[in-house]
């Protein structure tokens, strides 16, 4: 499997951390940051690992708005900006 690049955004819940991957929509939590990030690299690959064997990888990253460019990699949907807004 090629390398694939994903986000992460990191919240706090009470005392746990939850770190996020909007791309495929997984997450994973930690004591810390640190161990957030640690348990969700090891959430994506084990993802990526399962829908490679089912054979739905490609179908999954295209769903998720990844491109290959010319060489075969896959590019990431990029964030562009993060606001916190309120509704009144």
């Known amino acids: 499997m090629n390398p694939i ?9 009470n005392k746990t951390f939850i770190a996020y991957c909007p ?4 997450s994973s939590c930690g004591e810390n940051i ?3 990030k640690e348990n969700l ?4 690959r084990l993802f990526l690992e399962e829908a490679e064997k089912m054979g739905t990888l490609e179908e999954i990253l295209i769903e998720s708005g ?7 990699k896959w590019l990431s949907p990029k964030i562009v900006a993060t606001e916190v807004a309120t509704m009144v």
């Open 66 to 72: 990844y491109k290959k460019d010319e060489s075969g």
């Open 5 to 13: 690049e994903y986000d992460i955004i990191i919240f706090k819940e």
């Open 34 to 36: 640190e161990q957030a």
């Open 41 to 44: 690299k090891t959430t994506v």
């Open 23 to 26: 791309e495929l929509d997984v």
